[in-house]
């Protein structure tokens, strides 16, 4: 159900931005969350005849500072269940260079692809959609609790040192995420709900939750829970069955 939901609000937002502009930009998630998505889109016969592949150009919202083959790659795992399976043009599969030792380089030239790539709206990049994943501490791409780049309001794309890892993460910031049109966080199981529900309803400041500072300027967030992971919610915040 989840990852029938995400494939149609991906499809959907796909169809129409290559209508009105006639490309359309997206920023995948990593982790485990949205392999289910990737596979349907690509495997889903209704849902792969309808994506316009060829206009798409991909980008991630984070990658780990690891080759592209290595198990940990985010692109690895998108271009296993979705990428290798459908018809998406080689230049416009923007892969972070994240091979390269100097991640903070590497940042560099990320953030330069997706200036070079991406419409500005209000001088900033604008995405058409940006998937998420959250985990149980609250971080959403890798911007993590307490790391540097969740004060970041200026750049792009860091690479963020996250401590509990011993590893830089490469990641889209703030700034760039909240530019974008239309922003989902996919989250599946029950370890997920008590997250969720601090952050979709708040019994006072929620401390320390990355995932709340995403709030797109001019652009709509919406969130894909299976039941599970929405079971701690007030039955009023869920639509859909
Ligand atoms: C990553 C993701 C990260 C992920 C969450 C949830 O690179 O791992 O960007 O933010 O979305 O950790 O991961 P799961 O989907 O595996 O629970």
């Avoid at 609000?9 to 998630?29: N, Q």
């Avoid at 849902?47 to 940990?72: A, K, M, T, Y």
Wanted: hydrophobic content about 45%; charged content about 20%.
């Amino acid at each position: 159900m989840l990852d029938e939901a995400a494939a149609d609000v991906f499809a959907r937002a796909a169809v129409d931005a290559v209508r009105r502009t006639g490309r359309f930009s997206v920023a995948l998630a990593g982790g485990s969350t949205p392999k289910g998505l990737y596979s349907r889109l690509a495997t889903d016969v209704r849902c792969r005849n309808l994506v316009p592949w060829s206009e798409i150009d991909f980008f991630w919202g984070d990658e780990r500072h690891v080759p592209p083959g290595d198990p940990q790659s985010n692109y690895r795992m998108a271009n296993e269940t979705m990428l290798s399976k459908v018809p998406a043009q080689p230049e416009r599969v923007h892969r972070v260079q994240s091979e390269h030792a100097d991640a903070a380089l590497v940042a560099e030239w990320y953030e330069a692809d997706i200036s070079a790539s991406i419409a500005s709206r209000a001088g900033t990049p604008c995405f058409d959609l940006i998937v998420l994943g959250i985990g149980v501490d609250g971080h959403t791409a890798s911007l993590f609790p307490g790391t540097a780049a969740l004060a970041e309001g200026n750049r792009l794309v860091v690479a963020n040192w996250v401590e509990m890892l011993s590893a830089h993460r490469i990641t889209m910031t703030f700034p760039l995420i909240n530019a974008a049109r239309l922003v989902i966080f996919l989250a599946a199981g029950e370890e997920k709900a008590d997250v969720l529900r601090r952050i979709l309803e708040p019994k006072g400041p929620a401390r320390n939750l990355p995932a709340q500072l995403v709030r797109p300027i001019d652009g709509e967030v919406l969130w894909l829970l299976d039941g599970a992971a929405a079971s701690l919610l007030n039955a009023s915040l869920i639509t859909g069955t």
